[in-house]
């Protein structure tokens, strides 16, 4: 008997939970607030997020729905030919079942549709939680920007490079097949 073999499928795939990935827009962002400043001592404002939606050829922030729910949210800025990670916040209650690994994939397949070829973030030194979920991506620490958080509070700047060739291609489906049992994910432009 093989590992697993006692959950019927049947079974597996009912805890499989349908997942929309769709553009932000200005409708969400009370829901996005609620996230965001739970999330983030700095949280951004209402305006801020309205500012960057109006920027839609540098920009592109995704949500994530489980139903009626809005449970995650991300966004890109292009430069040049880098996607620049400005954010991502999964709901507490979420955090740690795979959907920030989900919407990051999103978020470099929209990367790599807009014609990106790099990755890059800032993340506060000690957040593990994001830590996995970046080194995951290939994201590697490249220098650190002292009190970047706040005093004593240090931001590490990541890196993946060639998010568009063959190789980082294979990582990602490997990446998405990895909570493919967990999640069945819609992808909305
Ligand atoms: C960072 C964040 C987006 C990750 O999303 P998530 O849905 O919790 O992450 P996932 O469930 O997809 O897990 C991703 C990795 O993090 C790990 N992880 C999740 N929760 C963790 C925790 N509490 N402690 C340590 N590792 C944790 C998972 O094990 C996984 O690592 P693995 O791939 O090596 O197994 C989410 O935790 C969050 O919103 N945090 C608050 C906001 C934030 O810090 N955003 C990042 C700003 S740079």
């Known amino acids: 008997m093989t590992e697993g073999s006692s959950i019927r499928p049947d079974e597996s795939r009912r805890e499989r939970r349908h997942v929309v990935i769709a553009p932000m827009r200005t409708s969400d962002l009370s829901a996005v607030l609620r996230i ?3 999330a983030f ?3 951004w404002s209402r305006r801020l997020f309205e500012e960057e939606l109006a920027q839609r050829t540098s920009r592109a922030y995704r ?3 489980l ?6 949210y ?26 920030g690994t989900v919407l990051l994939c999103d978020l470099v397949r929209t990367s790599l549709a807009r014609g990106l070829a790099h990755l890059t973030l800032e993340v ?3 957040n593990e ?21 706040g005093p004593g509070r240090n931001g590490l700047i990541m890196w993946v490079r060639d998010i568009d060739t063959g190789d980082y291609a294979e990582r990602l489906s490997a990446i998405e097949a ?12």
């Open 124 to 126: 506060e030194v000690g």
């Open 63 to 65: 949500t994530a729905w």
């Open 74 to 99: 991300g966004g890109i800025m292009a430069v040049d030919d880098e996607a620049h990670l400005n954010n991502i916040a999964v709901a507490a209650t979420e955090q740690g079942t795979g959907l």
């Open 67 to 72: 139903g009626t729910e809005l449970v995650a």
């Open 41 to 43: 001592d700095e949280a």
């Open 129 to 149: 939680p994001a830590l996995a979920l970046y080194r995951r991506f290939g994201l590697a620490p490249v220098g650190v920007r002292p009190d970047y958080y």
């Open 36 to 38: 965001e400043e739970a």
């Open 178 to 189: 990895s909570v493919s049992d967990r999640f069945d994910v819609e992808r909305r432009l």
